[in-house]
């Protein structure tokens, strides 16, 4: 297995740069998305629960309520 060299890794920080600027755009999204359910259901800890890169269901953080799994809230 080869080490990158110096001009890649150059190349590859602005990439690098754009993700982080991308995930914490996203972050914002998700945590103004947790205030307005907090607000709408009148839970004040309620969060999209993630585990494993991906979003498996809404839960609460002081655990109070069972957690409603991602095919129950896609369910039609």
């Not at 060299?5 to 602005?14: P, R």
């Not at 982080?20 to 999204?29: G, H, M, V």
């Amino acid at each position: 297995m080869r080490k990158s060299t110096d001009k890649e890794i150059k190349k590859l920080k602005v990439f690098w740069k754009k993700l982080r600027k991308i995930e914490d755009e996203f972050n914002s999204d998700v945590n103004i998305l947790e205030d307005l359910m907090q607000k709408a259901v009148g839970i004040e800890d309620l969060e999209f629960f993630y585990i494993d890169g991906d979003y498996c269901g809404i839960g609460n953080t002081s655990r109070t309520i069972k957690l409603i799994q991602y095919d129950k809230l896609e369910e039609k």
